[in-house]
């Protein structure tokens, strides 16, 4: 979400939003439904604009990014045990799991996210 807001730019953020032209990224289920709030909770605080909201999401419209099937089937199991066993929230273990299962490097900017990654293996993004 750094990518939404001006002052969350960071060049980490900005070097993954330069890599998504050529890539494909994967999503938990949510994160539809987290990227829609953040944006409205955005628009709330006047950290954005409708108008800047609506140029974002045509943005993320033409990136490949695959939602990702099996993040509701494994929230009572596999999710819910990282989020103990690595003190994160659900939605952030939702991350962890899928990136784990597929073998995929992680996005993230959240400190406790990259320490639970490296604890289980999971190598972060690097553009």
């Known amino acids: 979400m750094a990518w939404a807001f001006e002052d969350e730019a960071n060049a980490y953020a900005e070097s ?19 990227v829609a709030n953040c944006l409205l909770v955005g628009e709330r605080r006047k950290r954005t604009t409708e108008v800047k909201v609506l140029q974002f999401l045509a943005e993320v419209r033409t990136m490949t990014i695959v939602v990702d099937e099996q993040t509701a ?38 400190g406790k996210l990259k320490a639970a990654a490296a604890a289980v293996g999971v190598p972060l993004f690097t553009p």
């Not at 939605?91 to 597929?102: K, N, P, Q, W």
């Open 73 to 110: 089937p494994r929230a009572w199991r596999e999710t819910l045990v990282l989020a103990r066993t690595y003190q994160l929230s659900v939605y952030d273990a939702t991350y962890l799991e899928l990136a784990s299962r597929r073998g995929l490097p992680l996005a993230t900017l959240d």
């Open 16 to 34: 993954v939003g330069d890599a998504m032209p050529d890539a494909r990224a994967f999503v938990p289920s949510l994160w539809p439904v987290e």
